[in-house]
């Protein structure tokens, strides 16, 4: 497994992978000390007037995941909050855009099609705060408050413009629910230390897992709450970087039909942060070990199994809602493994391209 000191010699992927702490870094600092400290001044301002209206938050692809990520850290702490697909919004439930709904458009190029198209039919009415990367892209051009990501130029699949793109949400989340306090800087602050850990020296564990998603030709990703985030990109990153098939589920779904593919050769990865659903993860790992599956647990508790089906790989974040940017790390070098085991370049688009520009 690759580390640091090979970052000479790192393909694409890898050295964006690499470039994350750096990108994580500035992003904080543009919130906390540049230009994005009055930018969240105006969402605070904002919220006071939508605190009893709709939010709604918007996106495509990694995007949309960190809209259900920050939507569900909004609706934690009792600010009424929804995410919904842009594609879906676009075409089913456009109607629920009135002038007292917050729309929070998150892309990372500011140029998707679906989120262009919801800027078109916008009517002038509606208040709109942009989290992107780009700032001179439509979406920045047509919002009211526009939070930039710090991540720089990125060409393959969703890195380091997917961890910060998600703290910038993390850090919106923090101003709506009026919760930017020390304790919180210092989640924020650890868990780029954490990512920077992450990156520098991979878990040796990581070589067995990926002999295991090879062998197992599909692997299934679940996990709960803020992780969903990260659960998501983590299957699409396996699909698009690395062509290799997975899915994304809620593990409370998990007993609710797919618990039947459990035999001999099946892989799930769970995400699992010490926090409000952690037993329930570790007795979902029990019973797939049980039906003869095997289980990849990432976590800051690892499972204590002794079990030869269990391969636990430690995320040290024990702040739930910041688990996702910690835990795509490993996701990230998995990818990237696989991709090269089977024959592929990781992160290299064959048939889309970086920014989606047609439905």
Not at 60 to 81: K, R, T, V
Not at 98 to 126: A, F, H, M, V, W
Not at 202 to 229: C, E, H, T
């Amino acid at each position: 497994m690759e580390n640091r000191s090979n970052i000479k010699n790192a393909n694409k992927f890898l050295k964006e992978v690499y470039e994350q702490p750096e990108a994580l870094k500035a992003t904080l600092d543009y919130f906390l000390e540049g230009s994005g400290k009055e930018r969240l001044s105006q969402c605070a301002q904002i919220r006071e007037k939508f605190k009893k209206g709709r939010m709604v938050f918007t996106g495509m692809g990694s995007s949309y995941f960190i809209s259900g990520m920050a939507s569900a850290m909004l609706n934690q702490y009792g600010i009424a909050s929804q995410a919904i697909n842009a594609g879906e919004l676009i075409h089913y439930q456009f109607p629920v855009l009135n002038p007292g709904t917050l729309l929070i458009c998150i892309s990372q190029s500011g140029e998707s099609y679906e989120i262009t198209r919801i800027l078109e039919k916008l009517p002038d009415n509606i208040t709109g705060i942009a989290i992107t990367n780009e700032p001179e892209s439509t979406l920045a051009r047509n919002s009211s408050v526009v939070l930039l990501s710090q991540a720089g130029k990125e060409f393959m699949t969703s890195t380091k413009t997917f961890t910060s793109t998600a703290l910038a949400a993390h850090i919106l989340a923090l101003t709506l629910t009026d919760r930017m306090t020390a304790a919180s800087i210092f989640n924020m602050r650890s868990v780029v230390d954490t990512v920077g850990d992450l990156v520098k020296k991979p878990s040796p564990s990581l070589q067995d897992a990926v002999k295991w998603i090879v062998n197992a030709g599909f692997v299934q990703i679940v996990g709960r709450g803020p992780s969903m985030a990260a659960v998501q990109q983590g299957a699409l990153m396996f699909m698009e970087g690395a062509l290799n098939p997975a899915s994304a589920l809620f593990s409370g779904e998990f007993r609710h039909g797919p618990m039947e593919l459990v035999k001999s050769g099946f892989l799930i990865i769970i995400l699992a942060p010490d926090g409000n659903t952690y037993t329930q993860h570790l007795k979902l790992a029990e019973d797939i070990i049980h039906f003869g599956g095997r289980v990849i647990f990432l976590s800051n508790k690892p499972a204590q199994a002794s079990r030869s089906g269990l391969l636990n790989i430690n995320v040290p974040c024990a702040d739930e809602n910041l688990f996702s940017i910690a835990s795509i790390v490993p996701l990230q070098f998995m990818v990237n493994a696989c991709a090269i085991e089977k024959g592929h370049i990781p992160g290299e688009f064959l048939r889309g391209s970086k920014i989606t520009t047609r439905e």
